[in-house]
């Protein structure tokens, strides 16, 4: 069963809701291995057995074997696209699913109950969502003593490069005549997925419009009123850092814990 959250829903977070994402993340990217730090990342979230963890934007539930490796630990999946939730539902054996919960949600609405989960993260998604301050609030309401949360670096040149490319594209792609060069074109890339990905926003306008809000370290400390941890992807793996030296990496990751329980 999947419950929807309550609320106003904005242009950006449609795109989830109404387009071929879901499908395309399906055929070509779910196969795909993140950076090799998955194994990473579960150890700082570092869950314990009766943990509930619950993972925001969670998509197809990559993270969830390891997350359930753990005896006794259970996971809620949210994501805005109940598509999505049913393909990650249909991966798992049903001994696998009493532990698992999926609800369709936007991360600004969270429907649980302030301090109802253990830990709570987001992955390759916060970049997504126009408003990551009430998001992250809202991460920061529902959890009890951690969150963990993935950033793409705004003054980094090659997410500058995607940022302004995603947003050229958008322009563009809104004119018919541009839209049938743009995509003719990218169809001869070498890029398999690009291929595919092309192939259905052929068939789905919608597809090609992707939203995409990057962030520096500033607008992070604002995000965070207490002390927090951060860690960045070196040689495949995390490593702890200062936010100072992220200008050099595409990705940070931060730690921290929510206010009421410091």
């Known amino acids: 069963m999947y419950k929807r959250a309550h609320g106003f ?21 779910r196969r795909s291995r993140i950076y090799g730090i998955i194994e990473d990342f579960i150890k700082v979230l570092a869950s314990s057995p009766g943990d509930l963890v619950l993972e925001v934007g969670c998509g197809e539930g990559r993270f969830i074997p390891l997350i359930i490796k753990k005896q ?3 996971y809620v999946g ?18 696998a699913r009493d532990r698992l919960h999926f609800v369709v949600a936007e991360a600004k609405h969270l429907p649980f109950r302030s301090k109802s989960v253990n830990k709570s993260f987001c992955y390759a998604t916060i970049f997504f969502i126009p408003n990551k301050s009430l998001a992250i ?4 309401r529902v959890s009890k ?9 705004l003054l980094h040149p090659r997410m500058i490069f995607h940022f302004i490319k995603s947003r050229l594209m958008n ?20 890029n398999a997925r690009t291929q595919l990905w092309v192939k259905m926003a052929i068939k789905d306008r919608r597809l090609a419009l992707e939203p995409f809000f990057l962030d520096s370290p500033l607008s992070i400390y604002r995000y965070f009123n207490k002390t927090f941890r951060s860690y960045t992807i070196s040689e495949h793996k995390l490593k702890e850092c200062s936010l100072k030296t992220w200008f050099f990496k595409p990705t940070v990751i931060i730690e921290a814990i929510p206010e009421a329980t410091l």
């Not at 242009?11 to 395309?24: G, R, V």
């Not at 003593?145 to 670096?153: A, G, V």
């Open 9 to 29: 829903t904005m242009k950006a977070e449609k795109y989830f809701i109404h387009s071929s994402y879901a499908d395309l993340w399906t055929e070509g990217i």
């Open 72 to 74: 006794g630990t259970s």
């Open 78 to 95: 949210a994501d805005i696209c109940s598509k999505m939730l049913k393909y990650a539902r249909n991966q798992f054996t049903r001994k």
């Open 137 to 140: 609030k809202e991460m920061e």
């Open 145 to 153: 003593d951690k969150i963990l949360i993935e950033f793409r670096n």
């Open 171 to 190: 322009f563009l792609l809104a004119f018919p005549l541009a839209r049938k060069l743009i995509l003719s074109f990218m169809r001869h890339t070498p």
